[in-house]
């Protein structure tokens, strides 16, 4: 077994055990401090994050029962060793009550106490490893993922934090593309449930016979080809989040289901008579407006209700340009890595042009046209060739020209609405920073107020408008 060796804080009031315990651990390769009191021992520890604290329970100024609690509460990583001649079973039973690694009782055995120390070592290692790891994970799938400054993105973001730690049925609405998914991930990364599983199901992906054996999964025999039992989603969710994306899709059928898993977080198996109790947070996304379908009659009213407890909407990527050269760099350092290739940028040409641009397929659009230019790129920089054709060719047609020129219009009337448009997306695109917008339209600040005045752009009115 390999032994690790870490940096120890020893804490007594005996000089001579002191020292001689420090000499031992130093000869095992550790870094050893030596404290001869409670009040001088905090001080270190609270100057240095030790691997490890052996500590006397009898000092001169309070006792380990005291350095165990405060190393608790300041120093949770640094496991606690308690050290005592009078052991009993009350006393060690408290220390391990109150947070302490182990007990032992003097005289100590010089294996005793390495072995406790190397058990002690291995798990302040695994503690940093978790925190690496859970580092790792928010990184990829938490906030740090979602990339955007537009003051929309802004708000997702406050939701997104304000809801994560609750048990509420969040909707998330938005179009196809727009990062429903990575916002579904970052809500469960953000909360009490981040160790346990987080389920995803593309309801539109599957006949509603798959649907609903995929959700909750079937005994055999229950149709033909169920040969053997299957567990579904929603209890290898349990605990943890489930996420059902494109949930206006779901049949009449399978709504009654969703509906009595929210209200009595129960259900059976495709086929089966047996009653699972389930305890998942839910999350749902779709691209299409749910309260039309209610009044429709094709999605429930109260599985609406329930599933919309608190909604969120994923702005499209027409609406927040002022994000889109944060999200190629965000993606061209990604694919930079994967491929190996030196690209740099993208020149102000091709950044132009991709501001310009609708974005139908939005950030899944674009995270494809970086892949791609990324891919083919012949040199450093992208320039406008290295884009699809379908993008460089995506300015003004005769026929979205004819439309804009207004029966009885001129060029000067045509101009009015698309300007205002201009200067309204670029407001939002530095959170309705006047001077930072004037700056993005090349106009001085005076200019901009007048342009707003004149057409009656104010951001209260404009916010309660979305």
């Known amino acids: 077994m390999t032994r ?20 031992y651990l130093r000869s095992l390769g550790h870094r050893t401090e030596t404290a001869g009191n409670c009040a001088d021992a905090i001080e270190r520890m609270r100057e240095f994050p030790f691997g490890a604290c052996v500590c006397d329970v009898n000092l001169p100024d ?9 190393a608790v509460e300041n120093c949770p990583d640094t496991p606690v060793i308690l050290l005592t001649g009078y052991g009993t079973i009350e006393s060690a039973v408290e220390a391990i009550r109150i947070g302490a690694f182990d ?37 990829r799938f ?92 929603f209890l290898q969710a349990d605990g943890g989040t489930i996420f059902l994306d494109e949930i206006g899709t779901a049949s009449p059928s399978l709504q009654v289901k969703l509906l009595r898993v929210l209200q009595d977080r129960q259900f059976e198996p495709v086929g089966g008579n047996t009653t699972h109790d389930v305890d998942v947070r839910l999350i749902c996304a779709t691209n299409e407006n749910l309260a039309e379908l209610v009044e429709q009659g094709t999605f429930r009213q109260d599985l609406y209700y329930r599933i919309n407890v608190v909604n969120l909407t994923q702005p499209p990527l027409r609406e927040r340009i002022g994000d889109i050269p944060l999200l190629v760099e965000h993606f061209l350092d990604k694919f930079r890595e994967e491929t190996g290739k030196p690209v740099e940028r993208f020149d102000d040409g091709a950044m132009h042009l991709m501001q310009q641009y609708g974005w139908p397929g939005n950030v899944r659009e674009l995270v494809n046209v970086i892949e791609r230019a990324v891919v083919l790129s012949k040199g450093n920089v992208v320039t406008v060739t290295d884009l699809p054709e379908d993008l460089r060719h995506s ?17 000067k ?54």
């Open 62 to 70: 309070a006792d380990g029962f005291h350095l165990l609690e405060w």
């Open 142 to 233: 938490g906030m740090g993922n979602i990339v955007g400054k537009d003051y929309k993105m802004s708000r997702l973001f406050d939701l997104v934090e304000s809801v994560a730690d609750t048990r509420s049925s969040v909707l998330i609405l938005g179009e196809s593309g727009t990062g429903k998914t990575l916002t579904a991930r970052a809500i469960h990364q953000l909360s009490d449930r981040r160790d346990k599983p987080f389920v995803e199901v593309a309801c539109g992906a599957l006949p509603d016979s798959l649907l609903e054996s995929e959700l909750f999964g079937h005994v055999a025999g229950a149709f033909t080809s169920a040969q053997h039992d299957k567990e579904g989603k």
């Open 103 to 139: 007990y032992l009782t003097k005289p100590v055995i010089d294996e005793e106490l390495s072995l406790t120390i190397e058990k002690a070592l291995g798990r302040r290692e695994i503690v940093e490893e978790n925190k690496q790891l859970r580092a790792q994970l928010d990184q």
């Open 4 to 23: 690790s060796h870490g940096s120890l804080l020893v804490v007594d009031d005996d000089r001579h055990i002191l020292e001689g315990m420090a000499d």
């Open 413 to 466: 009337a045509a101009l009015v609405d698309p300007e205002r448009q201009i200067i309204i997306e670029a407001l939002e695109a530095n959170g309705w920073n006047r001077q930072n917008t004037a700056k993005m339209l090349g106009i001085n600040r005076t200019t901009l107020y007048k342009k707003m005045k004149k057409f009656e752009i104010e951001f209260e009115t404009h916010v309660a408008n979305v």
């Open 395 to 411: 300015s003004a047609t005769p026929a979205s020209i004819q439309a804009r020129l207004q029966t009885g219009g001129n060029l």
